[in-house]
């Protein structure tokens, strides 16, 4: 009876070990999610507080560094920004009681992202509870990005991102 239940253990464990033996199954399971670790180092966040309350939530995400050959420096900068407010947020527009702007310019678009989307799923810092967009602004060659948030009437946060210098 001990001898048949050590089997089965042996038995299993091997099955385990060489039941993903391709070396495209070894490296999906062992390596790292790129895209999601690209995107956790090139997202900010930030609080905006009164009286020591949390008034709203913003995490910001540059996804030129995350998807450089879908979102093009030269197309524009793209953001993808998640926002908890206690101010309902409803509809697919940011609303005016909502201002976002990058090195003192306004978005030239905002789209609404849901949770079907697949940039959504692919995003870290994301939640029910937040509402999500993708913000374009003008193309710019800065070496780095001030984005400044607000939600009337709070003070605003400042976030910024530095556009990583190329290697030689």
Request: with cysteine; hydrophobic share 40%; glycine share 6%.
């Amino acid at each position: 009876m001990r001898r048949g239940i050590l089997f089965i253990i042996a038995a299993s464990f091997m099955l385990v070990a060489t039941g993903c033996s391709s070396k495209s199954c070894k490296n999906s399971i062992l390596q790292p999610d790129v895209i999601y670790e690209k995107a956790l180092v090139n997202t900010k966040e930030a609080q905006i507080v009164r009286s020591l309350e949390t008034k709203a939530s913003v995490s910001a995400t540059l996804l030129n560094e995350v998807f450089g050959d879908r979102y093009a420096y030269e197309d524009g900068v793209y953001l993808f920004i998640g926002i908890i407010s206690e101010r309902k947020i409803s509809g697919d527009e940011l609303p005016s009681f909502v201002h976002v702007k990058l090195n003192g310019k306004e978005p030239l678009e905002a789209k609404a992202i849901h949770r079907d989307d697949e940039l959504y799923t692919l995003m870290p810092s994301v939640n029910r509870w937040g509402r999500y967009f993708l913000l374009k602004f003008p193309p710019s060659e800065a070496k780095s990005f001030k984005l400044t948030f607000g939600i009337d009437p709070y003070s605003p946060v400042e976030l910024t991102f530095l556009r990583p210098t190329p290697r030689r």
